[in-house]
């Protein structure tokens, strides 16, 4: 069972910034993918952005050039930074990590967008 565990999140003003992290209980390989997911409330959870070992990464349309993506494998661990956050973006976040067909998430993280 591999467990993640994350840090982050928290209450930010439109247009502010905040970080989220992940860190895995196991060493990251080649053949793994990491990713943020969110949930809005009432509606399904969706992709934010993944990161894979060669550094590639892929983005929702939605946070194009304002979140990041990025990887730290000496800590098995990535981060999402989220700049000019806006209200939308509202949203349980959640970490997930997938090698194979096996899958873990995170416990998720409350980041509400609000003035």
């Known amino acids: 069972q591999i467990q993640l565990v994350e840090s982050g999140g928290g209450l930010v003003q439109p247009g502010g910034s905040l970080r989220l992290s992940c860190t895995a209980s196991?060493?990251?390989?080649?053949?793994?993918?990491m990713g943020w997911y969110r949930q809005p409330p009432g509606k399904e959870r969706e992709l934010v952005a993944t990161?894979?070992?060669?550094?590639?990464?892929k983005y929702a349309d939605s946070v194009k050039g304002r979140f990041t993506i990025s990887k730290d494998y000496a800590k098995n661990a990535w981060s999402l930074q989220m700049n000019s956050l806006k209200p939308e973006d509202t949203a349980v976040y959640y970490c997930?990590?997938?090698?194979?067909?096996?899958?873990?998430w995170g416990q998720g993280t409350q980041v509400t967008v609000s003035s």
């Open positions: 997930k990590f997938q090698r194979s067909s096996v899958v873990s």
């Open positions: 196991i060493g990251i390989s080649i053949l793994d993918v």
């Open positions: 990161v894979i070992w060669s550094g590639t990464t």
